[in-house]
């Protein structure tokens, strides 16, 4: 049984308007989750993380949203741009520097 | 240049035919793991290694084997593969400090197994 859910395969968007990317877990124990972007031919890169202590976590156009009751978080990309075009995964983790558990992944197309 | 390589990118096998894919970081990182990607199942924890010597099963370590002799290399190896193990696979490398967010992928390998 899935942890870390992605029940979005893809995902298609307007250059300038918002992206929204949602990943679920069940496992409470999970108290650090990331995202990472993965374009074809390429290995993850790693994007932006937060800690269960927070609920929001910003870096430029990308901000992380962290619901615990809901066991939900969310990537939302403003504005989208045609090179974040890319699949997306969620992560999640129970405490820093342990094993990672892995979303499905979303493909995010970011139309000019 | 910071990087993870992996050798060979793309590898086409028959069933029991022992292969090595081999991983090699040159940032001195303690950390290094090995990935499958299957599609809807994101990335699975093969297995993992948190300095020389030192070796542990993740997710799904069944099939697989690892070593870690020296810093820079962590191979894979596939005794007997089987199709079941036809997937794309990832070698990642970080600081053992802040392993997630240092983590750094290698570029894939594609294996297929008849």
């Known amino acids: 049984d899935q942890q870390v859910k992605q029940n979005s395969p893809s995902l298609s968007v307007q250059e300038g308007r918002i992206s929204i990317l949602n990943c679920d877990y069940t496992?409470?124990?999970?108290?650090?989750f990331l995202w990472y972007k993965k374009y074809p031919a390429e290995g993850p890169t790693f994007l932006i993380s937060?800690?269960?202590?927070?609920d929001k976590n910003e870096d430029g156009r990308f901000t992380v949203f962290l619901n615990k009751s809901a066991k939900h978080l969310s990537l939302h990309i403003v504005p989208s741009q045609p090179g974040d075009s890319a699949v997306y995964f969620c992560a999640a983790s129970v405490g820093v520097g342990n094993m990672l558990t892995f979303g499905g992944g979303t493909r995010l197309m970011v139309k000019p | 240049e910071a990087q993870v390589t992996q050798n060979p990118r793309y590898l086409i096998t028959v069933t029991g035919k022992k292969l090595t894919v081999t991983c090699s970081q040159n940032?001195?990182?303690?950390?290094m793991s090995w990935y499958r990607q299957d599609p809807g199942l994101g990335l699975r924890q093969i297995y993992y290694?948190?300095?020389?010597?030192?070796?542990d099963k993740g997710d799904v370590p069944e099939g697989y084997k690892v070593s870690r002799k020296e810093k820079r290399n962590f191979p894979l190896i596939l005794e007997s593969p089987s199709p079941n193990q036809t997937s794309l696979y990832f070698c990642?490398?970080?600081?053992?400090?802040?392993?997630?967010?240092?983590?750094?992928f290698g570029p894939g390998t594609r294996l297929l197994v008849l």
């Open positions: 990642a490398s970080s600081f053992q400090a802040e392993p997630e967010e240092t983590q750094y």
């Open positions: 496992n409470s124990m999970f108290d650090y």
């Open positions: 290694s948190m300095n020389v010597e030192v070796t």
């Open positions: 937060i800690s269960s202590i927070k």
């Open positions: 940032m001195n990182h303690e950390y």
